[in-house]
């Protein structure tokens, strides 16, 4: 009698097919990590979809490798090929169609964040995925850090008491080219579509939702906001914000502080201090690794955030496939965001445009800058307060807007959009 070894006896796993939509933007980097970063016959990607693909750099790539290029998801599913994954890396406001498009035609679905624009959206893609049995990933990918999930593992177990405040604050300067990029960016609406572009809903989005993910009740659910009161302002020639302070309750009654923007000289952040009963927990002002202190000096080091690849997502999507286990962040998770963006619109629909001489320009870096603008918000950050009450002369308060049995978007002040309006 022969024996084979062991890794000649074991069935060898067929590679996870994926489509990836969306392969310009961040959709580029998924598309490097999908060609470069998976062992050999990991996983097989079958095609990309693209409106525009020549603008990817790696469009080149694509031919040679002999990879399908289809301008819509729906042509792909319509030529009769099937995918095990799809990966929805497309603008915001076309996140939720074209996930529920993947459900129903029988793939799973990693989509990147924000889940989307509105809360109708959030709650349709939760039905879709009910309805196929198939699953959901939303790809932010702080929720799949170990630092994180260790965080909230001691938060559930009640290790530092009833949160009471946390905050956040990310400033992170940005160009005219950013908002130059598509034709959807910084914009509220865009053809027909809700879109709500802005630091919260996009490269800060991250964020706001780490607030809402480490407090919740499930591994997979975060506190729900149930007010919001944001203070909305731009310098550049903008449909929507590229500056905030908000000010958020959840249900449970912890409140939640969040500054962002694009528009200040200095970057700082992203830094967060989360206030509990029995520690405060601190990230990014003195240390990259997340740090829990009690009353006494006594300390708990967790790690930083993005110890791990920034696409970790990714791999535990493909590996998902294969070998199910509990989403760690999927639509629940996610829709918190949502929901508060949504509030945040609502409770300040006039966006404040900075006086002209407050804003500096640098013609050679086609930047601009409000001065002052990221000291004033860091002190804001320090004292727990919104710019409006600190008494900045180009502040302005907003309303709260309660969001406790919201549903849809826009539920209170109609949002007034010019469709027509060039950015």
Not at 145 to 153: D, F, M, T, Y
Not at 364 to 378: D, M, T
Request: hydrophobic share 35%; glycine share 6%; charged share 25%.
């Amino acid at each position: 009698m022969s024996f084979k070894p062991e890794s000649e006896s074991r069935p060898k796993k067929q590679p996870v097919s994926v489509v990836l939509v969306g392969i310009g933007g961040m959709g580029l980097y998924y598309l490097k990590t999908l060609l470069e970063e998976f062992p050999p016959g990991a996983v097989e990607l079958r095609a990309a979809v693209d409106p525009f693909p020549e603008k990817s750099e790696l469009y080149s790539e694509l031919k040679r490798l002999g990879i399908p290029v289809f301008d819509s998801l729906e042509k792909f599913y319509e030529s009769g090929s099937t995918s095990e994954l799809v990966v929805v890396s497309s603008p915001i406001h076309f996140h939720v169609r074209q996930s529920c498009e993947a459900l129903r035609s029988g793939s799973n679905v990693l989509c990147e964040k924000p889940l989307g624009a509105t809360i109708q959206e959030a709650e349709e893609l939760i039905q879709t995925r009910d309805e196929s049995g198939l699953w959901v990933m939303i790809g932010y990918q702080w929720s799949y850090s170990s630092a994180i999930q260790a965080l909230k593992r001691d938060i559930l177990a009640g290790l530092f008491g009833k949160p009471i405040r946390l905050k956040t604050i990310c400033l992170w300067p940005r160009d005219e080219a950013y908002y130059l990029r598509s034709d959807w960016a910084g914009k509220i609406k865009h053809k027909g579509d809700w879109v709500l572009d802005s630091p919260a809903n996009n490269a800060m989005a991250h964020f706001l939702h780490n607030l809402f993910y480490v407090l919740g009740e499930r591994v997979d659910r975060s506190a729900q906001p149930s007010q919001v009161t944001a203070e909305l302002y731009k310098a550049y020639p903008i449909e929507n914000f590229d500056s905030i302070a908000c000010r958020v309750f959840t249900r449970e009654g912890a409140e939640l502080l969040f500054y962002a923007s694009h528009s200040t000289h200095k970057e700082i952040g992203p830094l967060f201090s989360f206030e509990f009963e029995k520690a405060t927990i601190t990230y990014g002002e003195v240390s990259k690794d997340i740090i829990a202190r009690d009353p006494q000096g006594k300390e708990k080091l967790y790690g930083s955030p993005d110890a791990e690849h920034p696409f970790q997502k990714l791999f535990e999507a493909v590996a998902s496939v294969r070998e199910p286990k509990p989403i760690l962040c999927g639509p629940e998770a996610a829709s918190s965001q949502t929901l508060c963006i949504n509030g945040i619109q609502e409770s300040m629909p006039e966006i404040i445009t900075f006086a002209e001489p407050m804003i500096e320009k640098n013609d050679k870096e086609r930047r601009r800058w409000v001065k002052g603008l990221a000291e004033a918000l860091y002190d804001c950050y320090q004292n727990e307060t919104l710019p409006s009450e600190e008494g900045f002369s180009w502040a302005r308060a907003a309303k709260s807007i309660d969001l406790r049995n919201y549903r849809f978007f826009p539920h209170g002040t109609k949002i007034k959009i010019n469709e027509d309006r060039k950015s």
